[in-house]
T-cell receptor, first 116, second 114 residues
Framework: AQKVTQAQTEISVVEKEDVTLDCVYE???????LFWYKQPPSGELVFLIR??????QNEISGRYSWNFQKSTSSFNFTITASQVVDSAVYFC?????????????FGEGTQLTVNP | EAGVAQSPRYKIIEKRQSVAFWCNPI?????LYWYQQILGQGPKLLIQ????????DSQLPKDRFSAERLKGVDSTLKIQPAKLEDSAVYLC????????????FGSGTQLSVL
C-alpha cells in the first residue's frame, strides 16, 4: 500500500524567512510519481510539481525548490524568502504504476502561515 | 481556459436526507475524479472515470454513494442517505490522461450534515 507522511501539521514563519516542508513516502512500486499541491483558503488545489522516480534531480522554480532523495524516500519542498501569499495548506502526493495502481494518495497536509 | 466547475458551493442537509453534487471538467479532459476531503485531512479518491467508464471506485461507499458521468463530460455524485460522517468537502478534478498526470481541481462543495 502507498503512504505519504507529512509530519509537520502546522508551520508559522515571518515573511522573508526560508521554510522547508517535509514529505516522506512509502511504496512498493519501482516506478512512481510524486507531486506537490497547494490549497489556498479558496479551497482549490493547485498543482506545483510532478517528479518521476527515475529523476532525482533537484528542481528550482523561482522561490520554490524541491529535493528528491530516493535513499530516504523523501521529497521535500522549500520556499525561499517566503511571502504572505504563500500561506496555504500544502499537500504531498504519490501515485504508482504497478500493483498500487495510479490512484493518487495524499498526505495529511502542512498548514503554512506566513506572517508579515 | 475555463477551469473545473462545481456546484453548489455549500450545502447543508440533515442526516438521512439525500444530496447531489455536479461537476463540469475542463473541456477535452477524458479523466474525471471525485475526492472527499474531511477537515484536516488530505483528499481521498472516491471514484475515477475515464470518459464515461469507471476506472476505480474501490473507495466509494457504494451502499450510499453513487456517481455517474453520462456522455463522458459532466458528472454527478449523489449521497443517499447522508450520515454525519459525510460532512466534508467534495472535490472534483480532471486530467487529460488516465494516470499519473497533474490534476486540475474545482473549488469543491462543502457539505455539512446535521
Amino acid at each position: 500500500a502507498q503512504k505519504v507522511t507529512q509530519a509537520q501539521t502546522e508551520i508559522s514563519v515571518v515573511e522573508k524567512e526560508d521554510v522547508t516542508l517535509d514529505c516522506v513516502y512509502e511504496t512498493r512500486d519501482t516506478t512512481y510519481y510524486l507531486f506537490w499541491y497547494k490549497q489556498p483558503p479558496s479551497g482549490e488545489l493547485v498543482f506545483l510539481i510532478r517528479r518521476n522516480s527515475f529523476d532525482e534531480q533537484n528542481e528550482i522554480s523561482g522561490r520554490y525548490s524541491w529535493n528528491f532523495q530516493k535513499s530516504t524516500s523523501s521529497f521535500n519542498f522549500t520556499i525561499t524568502a517566503s511571502q504572505v501569499v504563500d500561506s496555504a495548506v500544502y499537500f504531498c502526493a504519490l501515485s504508482g504504476v504497478g500493483t498500487s495502481g495510479s490512484r493518487l494518495t495524499f498526505g495529511e497536509g502542512t498548514q503554512l502561515t506566513v506572517n508579515p | 481556459e475555463a477551469g473545473v466547475a462545481q456546484s453548489p458551493r455549500y450545502k447543508i442537509i440533515e442526516k438521512r436526507q439525500s444530496v447531489a453534487f455536479w461537476c463540469n471538467p475542463i473541456s477535452g479532459h477524458a479523466t474525471l475524479y471525485w475526492y472527499q476531503q474531511i477537515l484536516g485531512q488530505g483528499p481521498k479518491l472516491l471514484i475515477q472515470f475515464q470518459n464515461n467508464g469507471v476506472v476505480d471506485d474501490s473507495q466509494l461507499p457504494k451502499d450510499r454513494f453513487s456517481a455517474e458521468r453520462l456522455k463522458g463530460v459532466d458528472s454527478t455524485l449523489k449521497i443517499q442517505p447522508a450520515k454525519l460522517e459525510d460532512s466534508a468537502v467534495y472535490l472534483c478534478a480532471s486530467s487529460l490522461a488516465r494516470s499519473n498526470e497533474k490534476l486540475f481541481f474545482g473549488s469543491g462543495t462543502q457539505l455539512s450534515v446535521l
